[in-house]
């Protein structure tokens, strides 16, 4: 595609739900990162990854974050049993490069979670 | 202490007017600073960007970084109503990954 994908791009979720979020990156992507953007405040880091390896998950709020890239293109971020402190806009962005320089970073939209 | 502090705002100026938005840091180790915009309901986008230290220019913004004083601001000339947005500046010491401010909301009054 064009630019970075995310889907869905907004999520109602009950408490205690999984949930997993979907980011598509710019196909021949090297880098993919996840954001999380809580309202009135900029985006935090969560974790990355470099082709399928992930390089920091020094980000990842708690043991119920997770993240993968099996095939070293599309990634999912799950959430498990989610709780109303987990609502946030959740961004992706990616690089061609294997790291995250201005003129190459690439944020999707994002998914809006909601945890009611 | 956050990484990188700005203040939220809003701000609301009238058109033509001056804006000087600024963010500081504490971290000496970061390179590059970036300044993004962010439109309702969208990503961010990146608006400039300098490395290392000085001013950079690009029509109407500027942007300034004093390492020294770890502080850089954007300025925005003769603004315009389509230059409401939040505002973030974001920080980077490697690349591994970006700090970014809570961001500034303006709202350029015509």
């Known amino acids: 595609g064009a630019g970075v994908s995310q889907s869905p791009r907004y999520k109602v979720t009950k408490r205690g739900q999984d949930v997993a979020l979907r980011c598509d990156p710019i196909?021949?992507?090297?880098?993919l990162y996840w954001y999380r953007q809580a309202l009135g405040q900029g985006p935090e880091f969560l974790t990355y990854?470099?082709?399928?390896?992930?390089?920091?998950k020094s980000g990842l709020p708690n043991d119920r974050f997770s993240a993968e890239r099996p095939e070293g293109s599309i990634s999912t971020l799950t959430i498990q049993r989610t709780e109303q402190r987990d609502s946030a806009m959740y961004r992706c962005?990616?690089?061609?490069?294997?790291?995250?320089?201005?003129?190459?970073?690439?944020f999707g939209q994002g998914t809006r979670l909601t945890v009611v | 202490q956050k990484e990188v502090e700005q203040d939220p705002g809003p701000l609301s100026v009238p058109e033509g007017a001056i804006v000087s938005l600024n963010c500081t840091y504490s971290n000496s180790a970061f390179q590059y600073f970036m300044w993004y915009r962010q439109y309702s309901r969208k990503g961010p986008e990146l608006l400039m960007y300098t490395y290392s230290s000085g001013n950079k220019e690009d029509g109407r913004f500027t942007a300034q970084v004093d390492k020294s004083s770890k502080y850089i601001s954007l300025f925005i000339r003769d603004s315009q109503p389509s230059d409401s947005a939040t505002y973030l500046c974001a920080m980077s010491a490697n690349g591994n990954q970006f700090y970014f401010g809570t961001g500034t909301s303006l709202t350029v009054i015509p």
């Open positions: 962005a990616s690089s061609k490069l294997d790291r995250l320089l201005p003129t190459e970073a690439f």
């Open positions: 196909s021949g992507h090297v880098s």
């Open positions: 990854f470099n082709y399928e390896a992930q390089q920091d």
